[in-house]
Each structure stands twice: as structure tokens, then as C-alpha cells.
């Protein structure tokens, strides 16, 4: 699978994870919830299971607190408790079209298996200015995290 680490240091893959290009993250199938390269029984989770991560965690303006770590992130790292033990880290992202690293230690951007149109998907992002969780559009060719949801 291939996989790119944080400005291209593969030590960082150890701690932050790999961010992955969308195509290569759904192993080249385009079934929302599909496995991808998640391991067996689990899958790539869909905007759906997002949102029902976030009802259950109350709204998007408290989930996205609920969600991040209370460590590795740039202060204030506003409303973060981890209060639902997804420890989501602020792993930055990859922009193949600029080729540019952006945002490790200030913002987390999560894939989901949705398309939204030709070329793009949904994504979930979270910062440290606030507490919220959004969902948003992101070209399939950047390079994101994943948290693969257990069937």
C-alpha cells in the first residue's frame, strides 16, 4: 500500500500514521464503506458512520473536542478532552496538487469512502482553534488520514 509520511521523513509515519491518496486508501474500488486497506472486518468508514460518531458524541460543535487527543496538538486546541477516546492526532495532510505539506500539530483531515463527485470525497477535518468536527470536500489525489471502523 502505498502511503506518504509527513514531509517525506518515513519516521514520521511511526507516530502520525500514513496519509493516503484517496484511489490507493478504497484500494481502487469506489463502494462507500468498502474495506479498502483496512484489515479484515474492517472498513474505510462512510459519511454515515462519521455522523453517527458525531450524533452520539451530542453535536459537531462538541465532537470534534470529544475526538482529538489532548496531546501533540498546537494550543489552544480548543474544547479537546478525548472524552470518546478516538485520540485523533493532528496529522496534517498532503496537496499532490501543489505538492506542499500543511498543518501537522494544528489540524487532523480524515478520509471517508463517499464520493461527492468525479475527483473529490468527502472528508472530515478538525482543528485547533475549535472545538468542532466538519465534514468538507477534498480532491481525492491529496493525501489524508484514515481511521478504519470495525464491521
Known amino acids: 500500500v502505498e502511503k506518504y509520511c509527513y514531509g517525506n521523513d518515513f519516521t514520521q509515519c511511526d507516530f502520525w500514521g500514513g496519509l493516503y491518496q484517496w484511489d490507493e486508501l478504497m484500494a481502487y474500488t469506489q463502494t462507500a464503506g468498502a474495506q ?21 458524541l451530542g453535536t459537531e460543535k462538541l465532537a470534534g473536542g470529544k475526538l482529538k487527543s489532548t496531546l501533540q496538538w498546537q494550543r489552544p486546541n480548543v474544547g479537546a478532552d478525548n472524552g470518546s477516546g478516538f485520540s485523533a492526532y493532528p496529522g496534517g495532510y498532503f496537496d499532490f496538487m501543489a505538492q506542499q505539506w500543511h498543518d501537522q500539530y494544528r489540524e487532523g483531515y480524515f478520509w471517508t469512502s463517499e464520493i461527492i463527485s468525479k475527483g473529490t470525497a468527502v472528508a472530515v477535518y478538525l482543528s485547533y482553534r475549535t472545538g468542532t468536527v466538519d465534514m468538507y470536500e477534498e480532491f481525492q489525489p491529496s493525501a489524508l488520514s484514515v481511521r478504519c471502523v470495525k464491521n
Not at 479498502?36 to 452520539?56: A, F, L, M, T
Request: aromatic share 14%; hydrophobic share 30%; charged share 20%.
Open 36 to 56: 479498502g486497506i483496512c484489515p479484515e472486518g474492517w472498513h474505510v468508514p462512510s459519511s454515515q458512520d462519521w455522523k453517527s460518531v458525531i450524533r452520539y
